[in-house]
């Protein structure tokens, strides 16, 4: 099948204007005529010469289409509904626990005089356990488990800012 469109081509049409007497010319004057283009366009199906069939028959038939379509349109536009974001939660307020007795005022000088001790801290701030994990044989040892016992922090907080308990490692040194 071949898809047959006319021509929509405008038509220029000359107008010729009337000469008075003798010596005068005429006047003439150019003026486009233009026709609608789609008053004049078809389209139509024709069959390729060679493809084409005789007889004839009954039939029946149905159909269906779709378009797409374009417009302007007015008026007040509004919001769809449409349900809300969940507000964001408020930031965090979390923090581990914080040393506040005994003040760190010097750093450690040499490994050797650092002790590890893993400790729980409780709700208040005070140390409820004490394992250590670095130590040294003698009365500096006895010294240093006996010391982290006296450690006090500020306990730490949960996302809403309530303590909590909390364990974690503290390393410090004996002078």
Do not use: C, N
Request: net charge negative.
């Amino acid at each position: 099948m071949v898809l047959v469109v006319s021509d929509p081509t405008p038509v220029f049409v000359d107008l010729v204007g009337g000469g008075g007497g003798g010596g005068g010319h005429a006047a003439r004057a150019a003026h486009v005529v233009r026709r609608d283009p789609f008053a004049e366009m078809s389209i139509g199906m024709e069959t390729p010469p060679g493809q084409e069939t005789g007889g004839s028959g009954e039939g029946v038939g149905g159909g269906r289409g779709g378009g797409i379509g374009f417009g302007d349109g007015g008026g007040i536009a509004t919001r769809a509904a449409v349900p809300d974001a969940p507000a964001p939660p408020p930031p965090s307020r979390a923090r581990a626990a914080k040393l506040i007795f005994p003040a760190r005022d010097r750093d450690v000088e040499s490994d050797d005089d650092l002790f590890v001790a893993r400790i729980t801290v409780d709700t208040d701030g005070a140390v409820v356990a004490v394992h250590m994990v670095t130590t040294h044989p003698g009365v500096r040892g006895d010294q240093a488990a006996s010391a982290i016992w006296t450690f006090r922090y500020a306990p730490a907080l949960d996302d809403a800012g309530v303590a909590v308990r909390s364990t974690f490692e503290q390393p410090f040194q004996i002078r």
